[in-house]
């Protein structure tokens, strides 16, 4: 645990209720956009954060939602559980109460656009990719000291997406282009120039059916063993990589448009989420894909392209960021068979993300919608900004955040739907952003340049 919830009992400051998340919608008109989702999701955030009945018991048959610190700390002292200890349910409640906040420090600047940050599994490192080809790694617990500084081959445009390996051994990195570049992280060097010191291996991840057609890389993510890469392109597909057999396994023509975003859905690796232009989600199960090659199914509620995903980890429920300036929470259970088509068909306007503003009459469209939360608040133009549900350990998902076209970061909670945090200091455009797996830190990218450390006070790390 991190320095401010070991020191608890010596800072009074963090022991009183005011710490816990307040909504920023409340006294706003906006407020109405709120909601309190009734769903086993809600039920499963809480039963992760709940502490024992001992401690939120107030009299017989009623129960406070919310203990503060001091009696949770007093609880354990007294040994109310019968373990001596906290659970993690315990460690939980108290943990999702000290969220990131501001200023933030920063970690680095950058004369050029930031496009991705990402902590590692175990939060020891951090891997910053900008316009400008370069890659950074940097050690957390070193003091943020770089650990690996890469100049991206072949890069065209910019770094879409990096994927750093279950083992944390190697990182794979994409670009507009067919060929995803693997390096060594481990290595000595901490300088990495494509074959003048470290090798940078290829993966070519283009087919016979694409008969050398140039396409981009938007999204790759490492499957949990390591063994496979997934990833989404603009020539509409999704493809998988087989990096023990050295060779594509599999492509999916998944959607009508570019498919900006995929994932697997759990430890499995048998199910694939996908997000593409054309609005929709889609459910691939690879068990059944090559009897039928169509998806196990798809979600409908987005009236704009989808421009990122995260799965919760449970094969089951997952969000999306979509140009419709919305996120959404999907259980696929609801997914339907027969969806072919797309939402784009219920507007009667052009629009252009990358260069307009989203008109107001998109928010009020009636249009068939199997989500099963929608949160709203934060801007998607201009770039595939991302969305991530916070980490298991530290909030128990409680919460959903995303960067936004607005320079701020959002943060929302999943089961009222109010923003609870709006961290603001960058100029531009923030495209991605990342809570530490462990400790109330967040890092956001932005198009500034900056890399933007956000802490709870007391946070040394």
Not at 375 to 383: C, D, F, I, P, Q
Not at 415 to 421: D, K, P
Request: overall charge negative; glycine content about 8%; aromatic content about 10%.
């Amino acid at each position: 645990m991190g320095y401010a919830m070991s020191r608890l009992e010596m800072n009074s400051d963090l022991l009183c209720d005011s710490n816990m998340p307040k909504s920023e919608f409340d006294g706003n008109p906006r407020a109405s956009n709120s909601h309190h989702l009734d769903h086993e999701v809600s039920h499963d955030i809480n039963r992760r954060s709940i502490p024992s009945d001992h401690l939120t018991r107030v009299q017989p048959g009623k129960r406070q939602s919310s203990v503060s610190a001091l009696k949770m700390l007093f609880g354990r002292e007294a040994n109310y559980s019968g373990r001596g200890k906290f659970s993690s349910a315990d460690c939980c409640h108290v943990l999702s109460r000290y969220l990131p906040q501001g200023p933030p420090s920063i970690v680095d600047q950058m004369t050029t656009r930031a496009y991705v940050s990402q902590f590692s599994a175990d939060g020891s490192l951090f891997i910053a990719s900008f316009q400008g080809s370069n890659i950074k790694i940097y050690n957390v617990e070193n003091g943020w000291k770089v650990q690996k500084r890469i100049a991206a081959k072949s890069l065209r445009w910019t770094i879409t997406d990096t994927s750093l390996s279950p083992d944390q051994r190697y990182l794979a990195y994409s670009s507009m282009s067919p060929i995803v570049h693997i390096v060594n992280v481990t290595s000595a060097s901490t300088e990495s120039l494509a074959n003048v010191n470290e090798i940078h291996e290829g993966l070519d991840f283009s087919g016979e059916d694409d008969q050398g057609y140039l396409f981009g890389i938007f999204s790759l993510k490492f499957s949990t063993d390591g063994r496979e890469i997934v990833a989404g392109s603009s020539n509409d597909s999704i493809y998988v990589y087989d990096l023990e057999a050295n060779k594509l396994s599999l492509r999916i023509l998944a959607h009508t448009c570019d498919v900006n975003t995929v994932c697997f859905a759990d430890e499995s690796g048998h199910i694939i989420f996908s997000g593409s232009d054309d609005s929709l989600c889609k459910v691939w199960d690879r068990r059944c894909f090559k009897s039928n090659g169509e998806p196990a199914g798809t979600l409908v509620g987005h009236l704009e392209g989808i421009t990122c995903i995260d799965s919760r980890g449970d094969g089951r429920y997952f969000i999306s960021n979509g140009k419709d300036q919305m996120i959404k929470l999907w259980d696929i259970r609801k997914m339907s068979s027969n969806s072919k088509g797309n939402n784009q068909g219920y507007r009667n306007y052009e629009w252009d993300y990358r260069w307009m503003e989203y008109p107001s009459p998109g928010t009020s469209l009636n249009h068939p919608d199997q989500s099963v939360a929608t949160y709203r608040g934060h801007a998607v133009l201009r770039t595939l900004i991302r969305c991530y549900f916070s980490p298991v350990y530290s909030t128990g998902q409680r919460y959903i955040y995303t960067g936004s076209h607005d320079a701020c970061v959002y943060i929302y909670d999943v089961v009222t739907g109010a923003r609870v945090r709006k961290l603001e200091h960058h100029m531009t455009t923030v495209r991605d952003c990342s809570w530490h797996p462990y400790y109330p830190m967040l890092v956001s990218s932005s198009w500034d340049g900056d890399i933007a450390k956000w802490d709870f006070p007391g946070n040394e790390l």
